[in-house]
């Protein structure tokens, strides 16, 4: 199974700050990566997928970037609405169709109020 | 617009069954594979289930194999998870989604989710 690390587990910033959170897999998924922003009580909301493909509708301050194993989420200008747990999740599966590989999530980053 | 809404959750038992639903609207149901996600208390996300467009595959976290079951019924666009010989640790908020292809690639829409409490 593919193990994804995700740094750091929080974060503290201000509103306009440069924000970066990165995810690790220990091999390749190729560009198979996708973010996502959880707020309490909220549905989880797509931001990015495959690496670095902005969702319709999500703001523009939000960015991805990387392949292979190490990927970024960016987030240009911090907002208030921002303030949020952003988590990572993979999804390469196809390449071991036969012998199957589970969908797996980075453990959290938490974006506080500094 | 896509609407996904859990039900089902509640208090049970250790050892213990509940089924959980997800009522869809707002897209072709049967052209998509659906997923089962979870977060316990204080922890983060886990990958729980999927099932392909056609219910003919279904893949499991190791932690719920033999134990959870994922179906659909396309007639009424619903998706289903029956939980049984459930722990203390799978205590946890239980997110439905939708899977951006029928086959299974990322998660494009998700639900609000619903509570489920293992306890005696």
């Known amino acids: 199974d593919t193990q994804m690390t995700q740094s750091p587990s929080t974060l503290s910033a201000s509103v306009g700050d440069r924000v970066t959170i990165t995810c690790r897999a220990n091999q390749s998924i190729n560009n198979l990566l996708a973010w996502y922003q959880v707020k309490p009580g909220k549905a989880p909301n797509l931001l990015i997928y495959d690496a670095s493909s902005l969702k319709r509708g999500v703001p523009s301050r939000f960015s991805g970037s990387g392949a292979g194993t190490e990927f970024t989420l960016t987030i240009s200008s911090l907002q208030p609405d921002d303030f949020a747990t952003y988590y990572c999740l993979q999804y390469n599966t196809y390449s071991q169709y036969n012998t199957y590989s589970p969908w797996t999530f980075g453990q959290g980053t938490t974006v506080a109020i500094k | 617009q896509v609407q996904l809404m859990e039900s089902g959750g509640g208090v049970v038992q250790p050892g213990g069954s509940l089924r959980l639903s997800c009522a869809t609207s707002?897209?072709?149901?049967?052209?998509?594979?659906m997923h089962w996600v979870r977060q316990a208390p204080g922890k983060g996300l886990e990958w729980v289930a999927f099932i392909h467009y056609n219910t003919n595959n279904k893949y499991y976290a190791d932690s719920v194999k033999g134990r959870f079951t994922i179906s659909r019924d396309n007639s009424k666009s619903t998706l289903f998870l029956q939980m049984d010989s459930l722990r203390a640790d799978d205590t946890a908020v239980y997110y439905c989604?939708?899977?951006?292809?029928?086959?299974?690639?990322?998660?494009?829409?998700w639900g609000q989710g619903t509570l489920v409490t293992v306890s005696s």
């Open positions: 707002g897209f072709t149901f049967d052209f998509y594979g």
């Open positions: 989604a939708k899977d951006q292809s029928g086959y299974g690639y990322y998660l494009d829409s």
